[in-house]
């Protein structure tokens, strides 16, 4: 048996995220791991979710601040973090994840233009309490992401932002993958066939390798 692993899923709005941590757990279940959990950022516990719905919501009459998104953030990614992967990885538990750590590099960072060193002083204190042992990025195009996420739902109040807010968020990503060691890059411009064979090829790889 596999020790257990911290796997994170990023990308933009779009990228297949969701379906994409379903097409991981039904690999992991191949290679007999049953012990498996998914969560997202933000969400997952009570108070995580209900900061989530904080973030996503457009407020006509009060707009949120870039500063006051990031700590909203992190507040619940730190409540995710105590209350279910840390103790999730004790017991050896699998972790796939629908963002950490790496999205507000791109999406704060990049997006919103905070201080980087702001962001990572916060990674910093979420690292020391586990670090994901794989990153895969799902890399769509803006305009196909987009127009997917409109095809699924009317747009919240992260995916109503621009075109160039988005270029943007994509270029840190790979500005900051670069330094990532472990991590896979799917091409998400395919469709869910195409993508879910080339994650299970690479997924396969790198599981046997760890």
């Known amino acids: 048996m596999k020790k257990n692993k911290f ?9 297949g995220k969701t379906t994409a941590c379903q097409i991981i757990k039904k690999i992991l279940l191949s290679h007999n791991i049953k012990k498996i959990i998914i969560v997202r950022q933000p969400g997952s516990t009570l ?3 209900k900061i989530r ?21 992190y507040s619940a990614r730190f409540q995710l973090m105590e209350n ?30 905070i201080d980087q060193s702001l962001i990572q002083m916060l990674n910093n204190l979420i ?3 586990s670090k994901p ?9 803006v305009e196909i992401g987009l127009k997917r996420a409109l095809l699924r739902s ?3 109040r992260i995916e109503k932002q621009s075109k160039k807010f988005f270029l943007k968020v994509r270029k840190y990503y790979f500005k900051f993958l670069l330094s990532e060691k472990n991590k896979i890059i799917i091409n998400a411009n395919n469709n869910i066939k195409v993508m879910k064979e080339n ?3 690479q997924l396969n790889t790198w599981i046997n390798k760890n």
């Open 7 to 15: 796997i994170v899923i990023e990308g933009l709005e779009g990228s």
């Open 47 to 49: 108070i995580s979710e």
């Open 53 to 73: 719905s904080i973030i996503k919501k457009d407020y006509k009459t009060e707009k949120l601040n870039k500063f006051s998104e990031l700590f909203l953030l």
């Open 84 to 113: 279910i992967i840390k103790p999730s990885l004790k017991k050896g538990v699998w972790i796939i994840s629908d963002r950490h750590n790496l999205s507000s590099i791109a999406y704060q960072g990049g997006g919103r233009n």
């Open 127 to 129: 690292n020391k309490i």
């Open 133 to 141: 042992d794989l990153t895969i990025f799902l890399d769509v195009s």
């Open 154 to 156: 009317n747009f919240d």
């Open 199 to 201: 994650i299970k090829n």
